[in-house]
Every structure is written in structure tokens, then in C-alpha cells.
């Protein structure tokens, strides 16, 4: 059985009854599977301490951090990226933070000591989190904090990101370490947050050519999606041979999600998780941790996100919603809910999408070309940091 990482104390990273990343959407899933009978390993974290997080991130800004948790305000907030509409303070953050840190760094240690195969982590994924300054709805970040950990171990990590935001913050702290391979599928950054994640950025150093970014244009739907991710993704995951896969699996490339302009439906989720772990088994030895991130349609995220949980743990994700979920849900929401797990097909009218493939397939075809370039780095690699 695949261990699945949750905490009680996940629900604490609260922005407040109006923002978009809501611990609702935690609740929705975690009830969901339990209306379905499942029964999972549930394994409690503990948080991360100060010093696993110190390991990516300044200690003035952690110092920031913890004050704004006691409720100190201060006209430096906003510089440590925090206080704004996006990121607001409140009481308990820093603790809250670094409870979803530890999520993710038990989920990792669990499949790098052998103790699981694979694991799910049903939160985190905080990639905007930047070394010096909170960012895009995350304070510290959990992903990169996790990474450190690996590589601390001696490991090499192939972090794989299809959230429909650049996953910036994990590309930036790992610039110039070249044992950490960092592909992100996103919409492009001339359209959306948080305007990075282009093609030339390949990172610097010893480490170009171990950061791959597939920007898509606004728009694009399953097919064209698919084609990108596996024009890229087997080739660049079989050149770096990683120890181990670590993705982030955002939820808002949905066409329903408000946020963003992708138009993917539940396809493209199940192909991508399905190939990652197909992946993993041919590159990593099977070593595969999965976290949550970004998905803010109440009606889409819970369902893609269950179909991950089904997906890897190996079983055949069921057809319908549990009757008596989707009633208490709908009711709670005030709005109707998608009655299956997986969506049924939609019908988009989409005046450019012969436009927009071919935009799609020329940004693979450009990234293949310069990861061509590129010699597979071997097994052991200087250790940079990007500050």
C-alpha cells in the first residue's frame, strides 16, 4: 500500500475565507476519498524544523517569517513578499508553513530510504517560494526543502512540475546545481504569473541544460498538451537518470480552474501521472513522491486529485461521484458539482487551435534541440546554490 502524507495541522495554512488557496479544497479531497471506502496508510509528518528550512531559505527572511506569525506587522513585510493580496500574513503562518514542509520531506525520505516505492503527499507543492521573499500564495518552500534534503543524501532529483504556473521558485534556488533537474509544463509567461519559465532558461553553470521549461500558449487543450509533455519529458527524464522524481501536481491547468487559460480536462492529468510513474519505473528505479499545489475550481481540483490518489496506489480510478459527497458538497458550495470523477468531453470552439498546436510543438521542437546540446551529466555533480 502507498503511504499517503497528511497532516491535521495542513489545515492551519489559511489565507482567509475569500482567498483562492483554501485548506477547503484539503478537506474536499481527504472527504471524498472516504466516501469511497479508502483506507489508505495515512502516515502523519512532523513539521520541518527551523534548520531544514534554513537550508533554502535566508535566515532573515525565516526571521521575518516567524514575527509575522506572533502578529508583528511592519513596513518590511512586503518586501519579504508577505502582506500583500496574494501572500497575507496571519497568525501561526511560520508554524503552518513548515508543517507542509515536513509533509513533503517525509514523503521524500519514504521513497529515497526504501521504506515505499512511491508516495503521495496530499499537500504542499508551494514552488513560487523564493530564497529571500514569499511568493504567489507560498511562504516557504516545501518542494525546494525537500530537494536539499536529497541532495544532502547524495541524490539526484528530477522534479517534474505540471502546475499551469511556472514553478520558479524550485528553478531559482537550484540555478546552478547540477544534480537537480527542474521541467515545467506551464502557460507561458507572457500571459500569465509569475512572467518566467521560458525556453533559455537552461540554467547557469555546471548546471546548463538541467532546467527545462515547455511554456504553452493560453488555450491549449489535452491533445496539444500531451504532445508537448511527451516530446520533452521521457527524453529529458532518461538523459538526466535521477535517483528520484519529485512532482508537483497542480490542479489549475483545468479548464475550469479561474485562475489561468489552459483547457485541459482530466485526460491530460491521467496521462501525465500515469507516464510519470511508467517513468519513474524506467529512470529512478520506481522512486516517486508526489505533492499537491495549485488547482482552484472546487468543483475540478478534488476530482484530479483523487484521480492521482488512484492512480498511484495502483487501482482503477471509479466512474461516479459518491451520491452522498457530491450532495453535501454541492450544498456547502451552493453551486453544482461534476457528477463523475473524470470529466466528460468537452466541446471548446477554438478559433486558433491549429494556431496554437503548432505554436506548442515549435517551443518542444526548440527545447529538444538545445537539450541536445547537452551531454548527460554523470552520477556526481558539484553542489551551487543560486543566492
Not at 199 to 227: C, M, Q, Y
Request: hydrophobic share 40%; with cysteine.
Amino acid at each position: 500500500m502507498v503511504p499517503v502524507v497528511i497532516s491535521p495541522r495542513y489545515l492551519a495554512y489559511d489565507f482567509g475565507p475569500d482567498h483562492p488557496f483554501t485548506p477547503r479544497r484539503l478537506e474536499m479531497l481527504k472527504s471524498l476519498l472516504e466516501a469511497y471506502g479508502e483506507r489508505p496508510l495515512w502516515v502523519e509528518p512532523e513539521p520541518a524544523s527551523r534548520e531544514d528550512v534554513l537550508k533554502v531559505h535566508a535566515e532573515r527572511f525565516v526571521r521575518r517569517v516567524e514575527a509575522a506569525s506572533r502578529g508583528e506587522a511592519g513596513a518590511d513585510l512586503v518586501h519579504y513578499g508577505l502582506g500583500t493580496g496574494d501572500t497575507p500574513a496571519f497568525p501561526g503562518m511560520d508554524e503552518a508553513a513548515r508543517a507542509l514542509a515536513g509533509g513533503t520531506l517525509e514523503a521524500v525520505r519514504l521513497v529515497a530510504t526504501g521504506k515505499a516505492p512511491r508516495a503521495l503527499q496530499l499537500g504542499g507543492g508551494l514552488h513560487h517560494a523564493q530564497y529571500d521573499r514569499a511568493s504567489g500564495f507560498c511562504v516557504y518552500n516545501d518542494l525546494a526543502i525537500a530537494i536539499r534534503w536529497a541532495l544532502d543524501e547524495g541524490l539526484r532529483v528530477a522534479y517534474v512540475d505540471v502546475d499551469v504556473h511556472h514553478g520558479d521558485g524550485v528553478q531559482w534556488i537550484f540555478y546552478d546545481e547540477p544534480r537537480v533537474l527542474t521541467l515545467s509544463l506551464h502557460e507561458s509567461g507572457r500571459y500569465l504569473f509569475p512572467g518566467t519559465g521560458f525556453v533559455h532558461e537552461l540554467g547557469r553553470g555546471p548546471a546548463v541544460g538541467t532546467k527545462l521549461n515547455l511554456p504553452l500558449e493560453p488555450f491549449t487543450e489535452d491533445e496539444s498538451w500531451i504532445e508537448a509533455f511527451e516530446m520533452v519529458v521521457p527524453r529529458a527524464l532518461e538523459h538526466f537518470r535521477p535517483d528520484l522524481v519529485l512532482v508537483q501536481s497542480g490542479a489549475d491547468a483545468h479548464h475550469l480552474d479561474p485562475l489561468a487559460d489552459l483547457l485541459l480536462t482530466t485526460r491530460a492529468f491521467r496521462h501525465a501521472f500515469t507516464r510519470l510513474l511508467e517513468l519513474a519505473e524506467a529512470h529512478a528505479g520506481g522512486r516517486i513522491a508526489f505533492t499537491l499545489g495549485g488547482g482552484y475550481s472546487l468543483d475540478a481540483t478534488p476530482r484530479v486529485w483523487a484521480l492521482l490518489y488512484f492512480l498511484v496506489q495502483g487501482k482503477t480510478p471509479p466512474e461516479a461521484l459518491p451520491e452522498a459527497w457530491r450532495r453535501h458538497w454541492e450544498a456547502v458550495l451552493g453551486e453544482p458539482l461534476t457528477p463523475t470523477l473524470e470529466d466528460p468531453k468537452p466541446e471548446f470552439t477554438i478559433p486558433r487551435r491549429a494556431e496554437i498546436e503548432r505554436r506548442n510543438r515549435r517551443t518542444a521542437e526548440r527545447l529538444l534541440v538545445l537539450l541536445r546540446d547537452f551531454s548527460p551529466p554523470g552520477k556526481t555533480g558539484s553542489s551551487g546554490s543560486s543566492r
